[in-house]
Every structure is written in C-alpha cells, then in structure tokens.
C-alpha cells in the first residue's frame, strides 16, 4: 500500500469526429474512480500544447495523425513522472506499428490479445462502457440488422448487404456512416458507400443509411434497437476495431467476419460465415454477457492499478513543480510529413477507383 495517492494527467487530442479521439476519452472514463490515484484531464493541438508539472504520471492517447506535430523522442525529457501511452494501432503481437518502442516508459496496448516480450508494454482489455439506463429492445415485426463505422477502406458492408440478402426475405439494414474530420473530409466516398448499398439490396430489403455523429449514449442506444449489429470488415491494417464496443455495450446480439481487426472478438464469437446471422442472433447474446464482464471498467482500472506498481514514485511531492506549465516538445516541421500524405491520397484515390470499377467495395 502506498503512503500517498499518485496523481496522474491523461493527455488526449482535441475532440473530433474522429474514432482516436473517442477511444481517449472511453480510456479515461475507465481509470476514474480509483483509489490508488486522482486522474485529470486535458486536449491538446499544436495551437495549445502546454500542460501542468508535478504529477506522478502522464498517460498519453497518442496517435500519429492527431499528434503528429508531438516530438516523443523528447517527452522523457521534457516532463517529471513517468510517462506513458495508450497505443490503439497494433498489429498481432506488434504494438510499435507506428510508434517508437523507446518513446515512453509504458506502452499501454488495448488489445487483450497482444502478447509482447518487452516489460513496458501491458495488454489491456477494450475500455468498454457500461450504460445503466438504456432503453429496452423493442422487437420489430422484421428484422433489424445494423452496421456503422467511418467511410474507411474495408468496412465491407457491400458483404453485409449480400448475406442479408441470403438470409432474409424482408429485413431492415441500418447503416449510419458519420462524416470523420480525419478521414474522407469531402464526404464523397460516405455518400458513395451509401449508394452502393442502397443498389446492392434485392427488393424486399430496406436499407436505411444515415451520416450522424452521435454521441456515445445514442450510439449505444442505437445498437440496442437493432435486432444483431454486423460487422463484416476486409481490411488489411493495424488496429483493433471500435466498432464493436459500442455494439457489445449495448447487449444486443453481434456477428464479425474472420479478420484480424475482430481477432479480441473471436475468442467468444464464431465469425461469418462459420455461423449465419440467425444463428448468431440465438447464440451470441450470452457471450456478450461474457464479454461485458472481462472487459468492464472496473477490470479495466484495475489493471492500470498494477501497471503502476511497476513503477517507482517519488515519496513527495513538490508543490512549485504542480504549478510550473510545461510546454511540449514539437517537431521542427509539425506537419505530416510528405511520405504520409502521400500515402493518405493513395489509399483515397484506391478506395474511389475499386468502387467505380466494382473492385473491392463491390466486389
């Protein structure tokens, strides 16, 4: 037991519409209420880059696209305490994808899979969220089948479409795509996506698209309508999907393709086509029970709890260093560099030219 309660700071990105800034803000929401630490908040850009000194701990929700202008080579230097990351673009058993291994002193991997040999990388469960206050599913007299997530490469709701035209006679196919900040700012491939479906469905299938940004409450109130949220991704990238936290915090029934970006997912759930969307809206609501329980935020601080143990805190203290505001370091260009923009009007141009030649996207 300690003498004293740490203090920490999470240091996260501006709010956007953005899947990176959320996850931040699901991590923190998880470690409050500790008693082994007090946790405070703060968002930063390259405008506003100045945080507090004197805590025990800084935790960092960085990414390389929202943080790009941050020096980490330098973060060890520039601030006292220990300090730490979240890292949610992690490839199976590789969380170093797109950061550096010698930035922080703790690299903190949402990926309850992850199995690494470096003692400053910890596995964490999803930082899913419990709602004590949703509504009841109301069933409808025709199932509904649900689906969102950011206009990005691989959601694979042309594949979603397909088995719901396999399987049912009449159904409802709900798809919210929101517009990102981030990702596809003009909007184009959103509305594109949702033409694609809307052509893609026989008669009999109403497919019902919409582009709102809802808040995490209304999206999980959202998922819970439906009668099975069906994720089925094809894409090739780093990173687990977030997607499906809302959609299991919502207790509804749940089926994934067989892709990596599930592969936290599958130890419960059989993916599709291994089971049908039928079988899975009656075999999966007990396994999302199972899950909510593993990945609850009480386990979820719990686990940050001993990540601290590792570390060694001073005894005290030192009020003048709580008061000093501490600028953060920026790299001498802070923006992208021209490789990663190059690499983003790739992957834009790719995703356009397959759906307009009915390659990937639709097959």
Same mark, same amino acid.
């Given at each position: 037991?300690?003498a004293?309660?740490?203090?920490?700071?999470f240091?996260?990105?501006v709010e956007?519409?953005?899947?990176?800034f959320?996850?931040?803000?699901?991590?923190?929401?998880?470690?409050l209420?500790?008693?082994?630490?007090?946790l405070d908040y703060?968002?930063i850009?390259e405008?506003?880059h100045?945080?507090?000194?004197?805590?025990?701990?800084?935790l960092?929700?960085?990414?390389m696209v929202?943080?790009?202008?941050?020096d980490?080579?330098?973060?060890k230097?520039s601030l006292?305490?220990?300090?730490m990351?979240?890292?949610l673009e992690v490839?199976?058993?590789?969380?170093?994808?797109?950061?550096?291994?010698d930035?922080?002193?703790? +690299?903190?991997?949402?990926? $309850?899979?992850?199995?690494?040999?470096r003692?400053?990388?910890?596995?964490?469960? %999803? &930082? !899913?969220?419990?709602?004590?206050?949703?509504?009841?599913?109301v069933?409808?007299?025709?199932?509904?089948?649900?689906?969102f997530g950011?206009a990005t490469e691989?959601?694979?709701f042309?594949?979603?479409?397909d088995?719901v035209?396999?399987e049912?006679?009449?159904?409802?196919?709900?798809?919210?795509?929101?517009?990102?900040s981030?990702a596809d700012a003009s909007?184009?491939?959103?509305?594109?996506?949702a033409e694609?479906?809307?052509?893609r469905a026989k008669?009999?299938?109403?497919v019902?698209?919409?582009?709102?940004?809802?808040?995490k409450f209304?999206?999980?109130?959202?998922?819970?309508?439906?009668?099975?949220?069906?994720?089925l +991704?094809d894409?090739?990238? $780093?990173?687990l999907?977030?997607t499906?936290?809302?959609?299991?915090?919502?207790? %509804? &029934? !749940?089926?994934?393709?067989?892709?990596?970006?599930?592969r936290?997912?599958?130890k419960?759930?059989?993916?599709y086509?291994?089971?049908t969307l039928?079988?899975?809206?009656?075999n999966t609501?007990?396994?999302?029970?199972?899950?909510q329980?593993?990945w609850?935020?009480k386990?979820?601080?719990?686990k940050?709890?001993?990540?601290?143990?590792d570390?060694?805190?001073e005894?005290?203290l030192?009020?003048?260093?709580?008061?000093e505001?501490i600028?953060l370091?920026?790299?001498?260009?802070s923006q992208?560099d021209?490789i990663?923009n190059?690499k983003?009007?790739?992957?834009i141009?790719t995703?356009?030219?397959?759906?307009?030649?009915?390659?990937?996207?639709?097959?």
């Amino acid at each position: 037991m300690r003498a004293r309660k740490l203090s920490g700071l999470f240091v996260n990105c501006v709010e956007a519409q953005d899947s990176i800034f959320e996850s931040g803000k699901m991590v923190f929401q998880c470690l409050l209420n500790s008693d082994e630490y007090s946790l405070d908040y703060i968002e930063i850009d390259e405008e506003n880059h100045s945080v507090s000194g004197g805590y025990d701990f800084y935790l960092f929700n960085y990414h390389m696209v929202t943080m790009s202008w941050l020096d980490t080579k330098r973060i060890k230097t520039s601030l006292p305490g220990v300090k730490m990351t979240i890292v949610l673009e992690v490839a199976p058993n590789d969380p170093f994808v797109y950061c550096s291994p010698d930035d922080f002193d703790a +690299y903190l991997a949402l990926d $309850p899979t992850l199995s690494s040999s470096r003692k400053n990388v910890y596995s964490f469960p %999803r &930082p !899913l969220e419990v709602v004590d206050n949703l509504s009841p599913h109301v069933p409808k007299d025709v199932p509904v089948i649900g689906s969102f997530g950011f206009a990005t490469e691989g959601k694979g709701f042309d594949h979603l479409i397909d088995a719901v035209n396999k399987e049912f006679d009449k159904a409802v196919v709900r798809i919210n795509i929101p517009y990102a900040s981030y990702a596809d700012a003009s909007r184009n491939f959103a509305a594109q996506l949702a033409e694609m479906c809307k052509n893609r469905a026989k008669n009999g299938i109403e497919v019902v698209v919409t582009h709102d940004f809802m808040s995490k409450f209304d999206l999980i109130e959202w998922c819970r309508q439906n009668t099975i949220n069906c994720f089925l +991704y094809d894409r090739n990238m $780093p990173g687990l999907a977030a997607t499906t936290d809302q959609a299991i915090a919502s207790g %509804r &029934p !749940l089926i994934i393709s067989k892709n990596d970006t599930f592969r936290h997912v599958e130890k419960f759930i059989k993916p599709y086509p291994q089971q049908t969307l039928k079988e899975a809206i009656e075999n999966t609501p007990k396994k999302i029970e199972e899950i909510q329980r593993e990945w609850s935020p009480k386990k979820f601080r719990e686990k940050f709890e001993k990540t601290l143990n590792d570390f060694q805190f001073e005894e005290k203290l030192n009020a003048s260093d709580a008061a000093e505001a501490i600028t953060l370091p920026m790299k001498k260009d802070s923006q992208p560099d021209f490789i990663q923009n190059a690499k983003e009007k790739i992957a834009i141009r790719t995703r356009l030219r397959n759906f307009m030649s009915g390659n990937g996207l639709t097959r």
